[in-house]
């Protein structure tokens, strides 16, 4: 019987052991997707407990409290940080083969350096233990930043962000790499007529200009993309249901926003064709920039209304979606590849039941000379744990070329996600190391293997990304 979470974790093999500790456990860390709050790097932000910490905003753990029974209060609600620690602990032994047991433990080990297992025996003792080291300069923002041997970070920004943040931490000489992502989600939410409006009214003030048209919307968001760019901003990043591909006319785009500006609900299709235009907008200002555009896409969100009128959307109420989005996704890329402004890609479905269609999407949009132009990206929320991340590998590895995976990234809002590069890394080797010793890749081409390995933990990003 194998110890848990010992210092060959995940690995089964000695072949896996070995790319693993002598190959991707050192490298350095490009978290080229993340939440982080970048206010909390630029001050250095020092956290008052284990608490704020480990189950602020973090609705993983939250669904799983609420799953357990555990009440709202102890949860969002204004119960103590102990309080709120102590039902994270009672719930933690029933989350045996979740992923948030594996993470649970991983972040104290690696944090902390924490061995015991997290449950009521031992939550008193953990929690005091954990806030009486946050009290030190090392586990501040930026220490657990530097701690886990992260180079870059990319945060996710709305376009009407001032990245004073990313300024300030760029001009305090703090070594690691804080880049903004461009994310103009809003900007393409007509659905609510009176939400809109106040965000053209903000996206104008941001720009300088006033919106009374599209041409005025699009040249808006141009300026604010400029500025992204000149404080490095290399990245897009759109959070959709799915892809949007209608025929529409210029006229018509008009027409809808004059129509949603006026304070109107556009009709299903009406909005369908307003997010078609601008989504290629928004592609081909990132293609003309040198850009990387990432869709996520396929969360279906808020379903619970009550909870949702209540706490705000990301809170823990959100689910994979069903859409067939493999026709609109094609029509998508293929137009902007027609105009020769199809930037390079990453394309993350949520629904793991897409990962061979996306595969297979990926080749028909490749071109020289970068290598994997159009990526698979890693699995997200629901499936950034082992299962998932050996499924999105496996479809990319029999359908197209494993080897030029930009690999992982935290998707994250906390400090603590880094070892989810850790767990990322061990399951990547697994899955080689598991080939290797069956005699499914030749232990001849082992020079190979372990740049592979290499190559999918750090140095494909580096070199896509060009941070």
């Known amino acids: 019987m194998k110890t848990f979470m010992d210092k060959d974790f995940l690995l089964e093999t000695e072949t896996a052991q070995m790319l693993y500790h002598e190959h991707a456990e050192k490298l350095p860390i490009i978290d080229y997707h993340c939440h982080l709050i970048p206010e909390m790097v630029a001050k250095d932000h020092k956290f008052r407990s284990i608490t704020e910490l480990w189950l602020g905003g973090d609705h993983y753990k939250w669904r799983a409290m609420r799953t357990n029974g555990v009440d709202e209060h102890f949860i969002t609600g204004d119960a103590t940080d102990w309080e709120k620690f102590q039902k994270w602990a009672e719930t933690v032994p029933y989350t045996l083969r979740n992923p948030l047991y594996h993470w649970t433990h991983l972040e104290l080990r690696t944090a902390f350096g924490i061995q015991k297992l997290l449950n009521p025996d031992t939550a008193r003792e953990i929690f005091d233990e954990c806030n009486e080291k946050l009290q030190q300069p090392e586990f501040s923002a930026r220490g657990l930043m530097r701690h886990y041997h992260v180079e870059s970070v990319c945060t996710t920004d709305d376009p ?18 804080m880049l903004p992502t461009w994310r103009p989600d809003k900007a393409m939410a007509v659905e609510n007529p009176e939400t809109y409006r106040q965000y053209i009214e903000q996206l104008g003030e941001a720009a300088g200009q006033n919106i009374h048209s599209y041409r005025d919307l699009i040249d808006a968001l141009q300026k604010r993309h400029d500025y992204f760019q000149a404080q490095g901003c290399r990245l897009s990043d759109h959070g959709i249901c799915e892809f949007y591909a209608e025929d529409f006319l210029d006229s ?12 109107r609900t556009p009709t299903n299709l009406e909005e369908r064709k307003f997010k078609s235009a601008l989504m290629l907008d928004f592609a081909r200002m990132d293609a003309r920039s040198g850009w990387t555009q990432q869709f996520h896409y396929g969360a279906l969100r808020n379903n619970n209304t009550r909870m949702m009128l209540q706490l ?12 067939n989005t493999a026709i609109s996704m094609s029509k998508f890329l293929d137009r902007l590849d027609m105009e020769n402004l199809l930037a390079k890609t990453i394309l993350y479905p949520l629904n793991p039941s897409a990962n061979e269609m996306i595969a297979t999407m990926l080749g028909n949009f490749q071109q020289g000379p970068t290598p994997g132009k159009i990526q698979f990206g890693s ?5 950034d744990q082992k299962d998932g991340m050996e499924r999105q590998m496996n479809a990319l590895s029999v359908l197209g070329l494993l080897s030029r995976f930009v690999g992982m990234l935290t998707d994250s809002r906390s400090f603590l996600s880094y070892p989810r590069h850790e767990y990322f890394r061990r399951t990547l080797c697994n899955l080689i190391g598991r080939d290797v010793e069956n005699g499914e890749i ?10 592979m390995v290499e190559d999918i933990s750090y140095y494909n990003a580096k070199n896509y990304f060009n941070f």
């Open 252 to 263: 018509e785009i008009d027409s809808i926003f004059n129509k949603v500006l006026a304070g």
């Open 160 to 177: 009407i962000d001032t990245l004073e943040h990313h300024i300030a931490t760029r001009q305090s000489g703090f070594e690691i790499k």
């Open 312 to 323: 705000g959307p990301d809170t823990g109420f959100d689910s994979i979606g069903e859409w």
């Open 379 to 383: 699995g997200w929320w629901f499936n």
């Open 442 to 451: 030749p232990v001849e081409e082992m020079p190979r293997i372990k740049q």
